[in-house]
């Protein structure tokens, strides 16, 4: 089993549905990341958090420490929100990354 | 430039040989990290450097691989003896701070193919 997972694998939307993508972890963590790989293969940080909820712009992520579980939500989908959307977590101890599988997120027009 | 640079883009050598791969940090970030990514999978960590000092090589597949930071600023990740599977991305992320808990700006990758 994985640290960190990531569901579902695949999803296919239509413009302007509402999409959730989730993590879950086992570890203890310091602080969780959200990313967003693009088809050309550039990774841009979306999200850091450790604790609540973060807005920017049509994306929202969620953590719950308790529970270890993470959500990453976008809102009015766009074709150009189609990319792999990446997990990551900082174990409370050591700088390192560990980061899930990702996402592969397609929005039709 | 403004971002984290990597060279090459893409190296494609024979097996056996050494390949040295480069990343260029953001000015004045402190932290480097590598990692490498197969296709289709998130990215894994191999290594990373405080400065010039490598913290943690726990991720390092074995002694083949080894990185460097010597001056603290740009950092080589050198693979001896390539093998087939090492054939990968290779990215490297630089933050500018050392918490661990800062985000990561990651370069655009060197895709590695060894023949």
């Known amino acids: 089993k994985n640290e960190v997972e990531q569901s579902p694998q695949n999803l296919t939307a239509q413009e302007g549905e509402f999409i959730t993508i989730n993590c879950s972890y086992s570890?203890?963590?310091?602080?969780l990341h959200w990313l967003q790989q693009h088809p050309g293969g550039g990774i841009v940080s979306l999200f850091m958090?450790?604790?609540g909820k973060k807005k920017h712009g049509r994306l929202i992520a969620t953590i719950n420490i308790q529970e270890k579980h993470s959500s990453l939500h976008i809102t009015a989908s766009h074709p150009r929100d189609s990319a792999v959307y990446i997990c990551?977590?900082?174990?409370?101890?050591?700088?390192?990354?560990?980061f899930g599988e990702g996402t592969q997120l397609t929005v039709n027009p | 430039g403004a971002g984290v640079s990597q060279s090459p883009r893409y190296k494609v050598t024979k097996r056996g040989q050494d390949v040295a791969l480069r990343c260029d940090p953001i000015?004045?970030?402190?932290?480097l990290y590598w990692y490498r990514q197969a296709l289709g999978q998130g990215p894994e960590f191999l290594t990373y450097?405080?400065?010039?000092?490598?913290?943690?090589k726990s991720g390092l597949p074995n002694d083949r691989f080894s990185a460097e930071r010597p001056e603290g600023s740009i950092s080589t990740l050198t693979i001896q003896r390539t093998e087939q599977r090492d054939s990968a991305m290779y990215r490297c992320?630089?933050?500018?701070?050392?918490?661990?808990?800062?985000?990561?700006?990651f370069g655009p990758g060197t895709r590695l193919t060894v023949l």
């Open positions: 990551a977590v900082k174990e409370t101890s050591g700088s390192r990354l560990t």
């Open positions: 450097f405080n400065y010039e000092a490598q913290q943690d």
């Open positions: 570890v203890g963590i310091s602080a």
């Open positions: 000015s004045g970030h402190v932290s």
């Open positions: 958090l450790s604790s």
């Open positions: 992320a630089t933050t500018w701070g050392t918490s661990g808990t800062d985000t990561q700006y």
